[in-house]
């Protein structure tokens, strides 16, 4: 089974400062790990993903994420913090045999202070 | 190309109705879902399929039914609706194993 924890349901950045958003896996194969960000009222939109290639993987925006095994973690962190990024990101987990399906931590939501 | 597309996009339902919430997608995924977004808990799996034919359920199937008849299309058919399926609902499709997961822009229902 996997499952992920995302600590801190709701962060606040100054605009211009690191945005460092917490994430940490469960699960009992090795997983897949992906963040997605979902502004108001529209679907999910993929950021990053982990597929057991490199452990620093990049995504849009100037996003990346650290696959930690020893820590089981994959934070997101990107440098310096624009308005725009203001929204709720979501960290999920799947496995790399069966179904492959996706399971969601509860989302933290990303407030950028001018 | 229009991706994962989801049928209505807003729906008030009164408590005992039915009705399907339709997705359909255009990329020739053999992987399909359906799930519900709900305040603080995140998206939650209701039923997924791996191809036609072929559907299985997720972590809160109760209440809800999904067919796969083609691969482009995965209906989800609410058979008595309640309040508690108040939610936003999301499908979603992708190919092989790893691979992105691509959502439709969801579904809002309100069941009163």
């Known amino acids: 089974a996997q499952s992920v924890t995302q600590l801190g349901s709701h962060v606040s950045v100054s605009e211009g400062a690191l945005v460092l958003l917490r994430c940490n896996y469960s699960s009992s194969v090795p997983p897949y790990l992906f963040w997605y960000v979902q502004y108001p009222n529209q679907g999910l939109q993929l950021l990053l993903k982990?597929?057991?290639?490199?452990?620093l993987v990049k995504g849009i925006n100037g996003f990346e994420a650290e696959f930690k095994k020893s820590e089981t973690s994959f934070h997101l962190t990107k440098p310096s913090a624009h308005m725009s990024d203001a929204a709720e990101y979501f960290c999920?987990?799947?496995?790399?045999?069966?179904?492959?399906?996706?399971?969601f931590g509860t989302g933290t939501r990303l407030t950028v202070i001018p | 190309n229009a991706g994962v597309t989801q049928t209505p996009k807003f729906q008030v339902l009164k408590t005992g109705q039915s009705m399907t919430l339709q997705c359909a997608q255009d990329?020739?995924?053999?992987?399909m879902s359906w799930y519900r977004q709900d305040p603080g808990m995140g998206l939650r799996l209701i039923h997924y399929?791996?191809?036609?034919?072929?559907?299985d359920q997720g972590e809160v199937p109760n209440g809800y039914n999904v067919s796969r008849s083609t691969t482009e299309d995965f209906p989800l058919r609410l058979l008595s609706a309640a309040p508690s399926q108040t939610s936003v609902y999301f499908c979603a499709s992708r190919t092989e194993v790893g691979n992105t997961i691509y959502f439709g822009e969801g579904s809002w229902l309100t069941v009163v």
């Open positions: 399929s791996v191809g036609a034919g072929i559907t």
């Open positions: 990329m020739n995924h053999e992987y």
């Open positions: 982990y597929t057991s290639a490199a452990t």
């Open positions: 999920a987990v799947s496995s790399q045999t069966g179904a492959n399906n996706l399971f």
